[in-house]
């Protein structure tokens, strides 16, 4: 029975299959031969590259295929010294693709910038493309044309197909290898992925694939990406800035992915200073450590800000209440008499006399003078 050093499944970028373990196994090891157990339909393209340059620093390195192994899983071993696979795994390789997620009402000013943003993305999968094939064609030793027309067609290859073109170097029959069997699950992920699913048996007894069309099944998949239920925290922890990461990497899809509306949300793109998202195959959207961190930093600054209203808020609450209080008590007070006003007012009105008045008393000083005359 062979003893595996590491086992890689899962996602290729996730908590089972990532470069982290893929490193401090091959630093454990250094002058020994490492055997790698790989189980993956594929994932991100970034981490596929670095453990493919990990296992060729390293040199001695036998990797083995088991089960159903597409896309990134594949690339990942490119790198290792020997390559071996189980008779009844399946391996698939296919173009580089990226998820296209648009819904917005545009002018021909907006489809224009649209369209020149897509044929930027279009230029990048076609190096991307001609770089993978490259390393194919490299491990193959067979033409370049050969290997990107055979990731156009990306069709399941059999385990001798896949020695005849060279992929791998060796078909073994060990008996603890388990066959590939199909779940609901794993055909789901598939259909989600764009990837064409096997006619391999089914689980628990099931011979034959579900008769729901695979078209039915795929936009049942496609229409749970919007809940976003489903996220992989390892997927969303990396790195969105990497040059191969979230246009490139997204190695599980076929490039006639359809175009899905996606929400847009102007506040998050504010605060993270970027123009939409883009998720990946599984509909997780990746954010950095320090995107994360600027969220972070945001929520606290608005939660200070909410607290500081609150506060004052509940000072002007008591202010009022302390007004209240005071014209109460105004009103329980008896009210001061207005004679001491009236009176003060008569005065400022007898010593302000008006012209009538003055005109009396003229009359009658000048009758006193007449009398005293006469």
Not at 111 to 140: F, G, P, T, W
Not at 287 to 293: M, R
Request: charged share 20%; proline share 5%; hydrophobic share 35%.
């Amino acid at each position: 029975m062979t003893q595996y050093h590491l086992h890689l499944k899962g996602y290729v970028g996730g908590a089972d299959f990532n470069t982290e373990s893929v490193l401090a196994t091959l630093a454990a090891n250094p002058d020994a031969e490492v055997s790698v157990l790989v189980d993956s339909t594929g994932g991100q393209l970034a981490t596929a590259l670095s453990i493919s340059s990990a296992f060729h620093r390293h040199g001695k390195v036998h990797v083995h295929f088991s089960g159903m192994n597409a896309s990134a899983a594949t690339i990942s071993s490119l790198g290792a010294q020997r390559i071996s696979m189980d008779a009844s795994a399946l391996y698939l390789v296919h173009k580089c693709s990226v998820a296209v997620f648009e819904w917005a009402s545009m002018n021909a000013d907006q489809l224009q910038e649209y369209i020149d943003s897509l044929d930027k993305q279009k230029a990048n999968l076609e190096k991307l493309d001609s770089h993978v094939a490259a390393m194919y064609a490299a491990r193959c030793r067979k033409p370049h044309e050969d290997l990107l027309a055979l990731m156009k067609t990306g069709g399941w290859l059999t385990a001798k197909e896949a020695k005849e073109w060279g992929f791998v170097d060796d078909i073994t029959e060990y008996e603890e290898d388990v066959k590939p069997m199909m779940t609901e699950a794993l055909a789901t992920a598939l259909a989600t992925a764009c990837i064409p699913i096997p006619a391999i048996p089914y689980a628990e007894g099931k011979t034959e694939q579900p008769s729901e069309p695979l078209f039915t099944r795929f936009m049942a998949a496609l229409a749970g990406l919007f809940t976003f239920g489903n996220k992989t925290p390892e997927a969303a922890a990396q790195d969105p800035d990497t040059s191969i990461h979230n246009q490139e990497d997204n190695q599980t899809q076929t490039p006639n992915t359809p175009i899905t509306p996606m929400k847009q949300m102007p506040h998050i793109e504010a605060t993270l200073q970027v123009e939409g998202f883009t998720p990946n195959a599984e509909g997780s959207v990746p954010l950095t450590e320090a995107q994360l961190q600027s969220l972070e930093d945001h929520i606290t600054a608005q939660e200070t800000r909410i607290t500081d209203q609150e506060n004052q808020l509940t000072e002007r609450n008591n202010r009022i209440t302390e007004l209240e209080a005071e014209v109460r008590a105004l009103k329980a007070t008896p009210a001061d008499t207005t004679s001491s006003v009236v009176n003060n007012n008569s005065g400022e009105n007898n010593q302000q006399p008006n012209r009538a008045s003055e005109y009396l008393a003229r009359v009658n000083s000048a009758k006193e003078l007449y009398d005293l005359v006469s």
